[in-house]
């Protein structure tokens, strides 16, 4: 058994157009419903919906077999948190309010085991088909979609350089932040 390609990261990689929505129902049953509504992508928001990581794991297990795949945002730039998210399946993260290179750097850091970041391992976790894929650990860098939120001026000034960190997939800017 195989870690199944990120449709999601392949895409944005490529330089594929992709459209979503945000999920902030908290909510399995809510996730299902806009499962196979053709979109690429559905956000499931910890940071400003009641999100909790069992309202997750229902969404993540909602949109698994589903077209679209699941980003989740954290409600911070918590290794520990995006350890635990990551080892529940979920295939991308979009991170809060980076506002520095080392912001970044941290934030990709965390979806990365040792020697190339500080994510810590479980042999039997949901993402790694509880120890069923056996290219786990050659694959799930590529496989793992990394997302920045710009949220501040400052931040804005410097989004090239946060951009260009080594294993940043895309920068999302907040426009109500930023307004």
Known sequence: M???T???AKALRDGKKQVGLWLSLANGYAAQAVAESGFDWALLDMEHAPS???TVMAQLEALKASSTTAIVRPDWNDPVKVKRLLDMGAPGLL???IQSVQEAQNAVAATRYPPNGVRGFGSTTRANGFGRHKDYLDRVETETA???QIETQ???AIAEEIAAVDGVDGI????????
């Open 95 to 97: 991170f809060p309010m």
């Open 6 to 8: 990120n449709p999601f």
């Open 172 to 179: 999302f800017f907040g426009p109500a932040d930023i307004a």
């Open 52 to 54: 909790d990581l069992q």
């Open 154 to 156: 400052s931040a804005l």
């Open 146 to 148: 990394v997302l920045l």
């Open 2 to 4: 195989t870690l199944p």
